[in-house]
């Protein structure tokens, strides 16, 4: 596995379930048509994240959306930039809740130390290539999320993580396809169930607050 800063601790595995979310992308960038050139796939480009409404998502990619030579670790916001009106697919993977913690504690000791990381553009260049080249603090965006599922108890990737395609993860059997189509209906749709979820509950809670305060008026009258 590649190195990072922070170590984990060893524990015993809870089998409770957890999910988090593959997000594979196309954005269009000239990287991405490069990368697309060798791997003859329409998404090149994938992420994590641990909440289905994507609120939360973690890559190796640009840090600034104009410049594409300056990358690393970045948290990506799918709601604007490079992510508008992107063709993408969305993945589920069902972990337990102790790998769960184990990833979350690695992409929040990366974005502590984010300065530290590069985009490793040498290294899209020698998986192309089929050569295994290890370089300190360098990830591109399937190397890192590869490295990130690793962590689960039951080692999805057959490969080391620097040889690993966007499409040799989307390949793991114990994915489940959720989603395919405009990263934008995805998000919309996601939203609208959460305000749908939210709006009985704000109702009963609006419905007892004015209740209260009937009660408390009338009870001034007496």
């Known amino acids: 596995m590649h190195d990072w800063f922070c170590s984990m601790k060893d524990g015993d595995f809870i089998m409770q379930g957890k999910t988090v979310y593959l997000l594979f992308t196309d954005t269009g960038s000239l ?3 490069m990368i697309k050139l060798y791997t003859k796939q329409p998404l090149n480009h994938v992420s ?3 909440d289905r409404d994507l609120n939360e998502v973690y890559s190796f990619g640009r840090k600034r959306q104009w410049n594409p030579l ?3 670790f970045v948290r990506e916001d799918v709601r604007k930039g490079i992510f508008k ?3 993408c697919a969305i ?3 069902e972990v337990t809740e102790e790998e769960f913690s184990r990833m979350q504690e690695m992409v929040a000791c990366l974005n502590k130390y984010k300065d530290y990381y590069r985009y490793n553009f040498i290294g899209l260049f020698a998986v192309a290539l089929n050569i295994q080249l290890k370089r300190k603090n360098a990830y591109f965006c399937s190397q890192f999320v590869a490295d990130v599922l690793q962590l689960m108890r ?3 990737i057959t490969k080391p993580s620097n ?7 989307m390949a793991i059997p114990s994915l489940t396809l959720i989603y395919k189509g405009k990263l934008s209906t995805y998000v919309s749709q996601e939203q609208q169930i959460e305000t749908n979820k939210i709006k009985p509950i704000a109702g ?3 419905r007892r607050s004015i209740g209260t305060a009937s009660a408390f008026f009338s009870f001034l009258k007496l």
């Not at 040889?163 to 993860?169: E, N, S």
Request: net charge neutral; aromatic share 10%.
């Open 204 to 206: 009963f809670i609006m």
């Open 70 to 72: 300056i990358g690393g």
């Open 31 to 33: 990287l991405t048509k």
């Open 91 to 93: 993945y589920s993977c």
């Open 154 to 156: 039951q080692n999805p």
């Open 85 to 87: 009106g992107v063709d």
């Open 48 to 50: 994590i994240s641990f």
């Open 163 to 169: 040889l690993v395609r966007p499409q040799d993860i």
